[in-house]
């Protein structure tokens, strides 16, 4: 069965650097892939959607890269903040499917 | 524009006894998808409804069920409560362009206790 996983289950950075997440997947070939932001208490918030013919996509000081070959998706925050501090998931479906997410990776972010 | 709300936000059973969750929608979309979180196996679908039909469906037992009303709006019940049904169940709705990617709204969830 498909499997996507995040690598890390915890990630902290200090302010100012760029965090690295990692999203990798198994059995599938996703039309595209989603990053959310979740802060505790709360639902997830979208924050951007990568196609499987594109290679990155930015957003202010997000970016997200996709690549097929490695069966892989990198999202970057620079220059992060301690507002930047959350969990990060990341999820894939192909049209007509159900969503399919990573168990994410909580981001600490020290000043 | 309003988002997903869901009530009641949080709620406390004990095993055995049997729970209804609500969700509205955003206004103008037609899919509702619900989801349970828990911290061991993080957010796992349940089932997604469209237009009052079911049209995906989790692996999760026949004790979970739900059902969308004709303005959208969705339910959720579970029967015969366990323990491990303990978590925070997130409903989120898209506007399902047809041909195109969705992203999900999610509402602020309910958070089940069962005792």
């Known amino acids: 069965s498909q499997k996507i996983e995040q690598n890390s289950e915890a990630l902290n950075i200090q302010e100012g650097k760029t965090a690295t997440l990692t999203c990798n997947y198994t059995n599938y070939s996703p039309a595209y892939l989603q990053w959310y932001r979740q802060d505790p208490g709360r639902g997830p918030v979208f924050l951007l959607l990568?196609?499987?013919?594109?290679k990155e996509k930015r957003k202010e000081r997000l970016k997200v890269t996709f690549d097929t070959t490695l069966k892989q998706s990198l999202f970057h925050i620079t220059a992060s903040q301690p507002a930047d501090s959350a969990t990060y998931l990341c999820?894939?479906?192909?049209?007509?499917?159900?969503?399919?997410f990573g168990k994410g990776t909580t981001l600490s972010v020290s000043s | 524009k309003a988002g997903v709300t869901q009530t009641p936000r949080y709620l406390i059973k004990t095993r055995g006894q049997q729970v209804t969750l609500s969700c509205s929608p955003i206004?103008?979309?037609?899919?509702v998808s619900w989801y349970q979180q828990t911290p061991g196996q993080g957010l796992q679908f349940l089932f997604e409804y469209f237009s009052e039909t079911q049209r995906n469906k989790g692996n999760f037992p026949g004790r979970f069920s739900g059902r969308q009303f004709s303005n959208s709006r969705s339910e959720m019940n579970v029967s015969t409560l366990e323990l491990g049904d303990s978590a925070l169940y997130l409903c989120?709705?898209?506007?399902?362009?047809?041909?195109?990617?969705?992203?999900?709204?999610f509402g602020p969830g309910t958070r089940l206790t069962v005792l």
């Open positions: 990568i196609r499987e013919n594109e």
């Open positions: 206004s103008g979309h037609r899919s």
């Open positions: 989120a709705s898209s506007f399902d362009a047809q041909g195109d990617t969705d992203t999900q709204y």
């Open positions: 999820a894939f479906n192909q049209a007509g499917t159900a969503l399919i």
